[in-house]
């Protein structure tokens, strides 16, 4: 799985438009971009993938540049809710069953929301 | 529809007992996975399974057990618990195949603490 570059935290105001990135340029033509959340102590929690188009769900947006090298999640209006660690996450779509077959969490970025 | 069920949610063990995690899923999900996460660290995969009777390795498995013999059951065995394994497990699954695969579903944790 291609290796992904998050910043390790990052500030955003309530209300705003909370733009989290993530470098991934050694990603594959047949490699996705899965993107999850954790709240303190809670499970992770997906919040959305694609592979080249951008996309959109009721909790995010999700945009990849042209050349797949990184993405942005966007969360339209950030509330003190969306504090959590967000996780960049680029793999395969399918289980090999090669050996440690599952997703890598990295440190992942932590999103503070100021009121 | 309940999901991803982890008990028990609290465990305090000896050093040397013996004890089984357990997880449910009622999504008829093929891969069911379990991460450990220790303090400021990000999730580590333990074991995963994509279908009954089917089990493997993941990053970190020393010290741990684990069997499929039904689709919604997928249980962690410490056989021999030590302080190195004081940890939240978490237990996760998804389908196999898109657009499903990748897209975890993680139960609520079960903090476990060895003394």
């Known amino acids: 799985d291609a290796k992904t570059t998050q910043p390790t935290s990052m500030d955003c105001a309530e209300g705003r438009a909370a733009n989290l990135p993530c470098n991934h340029s050694t990603i594959s033509g047949n490699e996705y971009v899965y993107w999850y959340r954790q709240i303190h102590s809670q499970g992770p929690q997906y919040i959305i993938h694609?592979?080249?188009n951008n996309e959109t769900n009721e909790m995010a947006s999700l945009i990849i540049t042209e050349d797949r090298k990184s993405s942005t999640l966007i969360l339209p209006h950030a509330t003190l809710r969306d504090t959590a660690v967000y996780y960049c996450i680029v793999r395969v779509v399918y289980y090999s069953g090669g050996g440690a077959d599952g997703l890598t969490f990295g440190k992942g970025t932590h999103l503070i929301i100021q009121p | 529809n309940a999901g991803v069920t982890q008990t028990p949610k609290f465990q305090v063990l000896k050093t040397g007992q013996s004890m089984t995690l357990q997880c449910a899923q009622d999504?008829?999900?093929?891969?069911m996975s379990w991460y450990r996460q220790d303090p400021g660290m990000g999730l580590r995969l333990i074991h995963y399974?994509?279908?009954?009777?089917?089990?493997d390795q993941g990053e970190v498995p020393n010290g741990y057990n684990v069997s499929r013999s039904t689709t919604e059951d997928f249980p962690l065995r410490l056989l021999s618990a030590a302080p190195s394994q004081t940890s939240v497990y978490f237990c996760?699954?998804?389908?196999?195949?898109?657009?499903?695969?990748?897209?975890?579903?993680f139960g609520a944790g079960s903090r476990l603490t060895v003394l």
């Open positions: 399974s994509v279908g009954a009777g089917i089990t």
């Open positions: 999504m008829n999900h093929e891969y």
């Open positions: 996760a699954s998804s389908s196999i195949s898109a657009p499903g695969a990748n897209v975890l579903t």
């Open positions: 694609g592979l080249k």
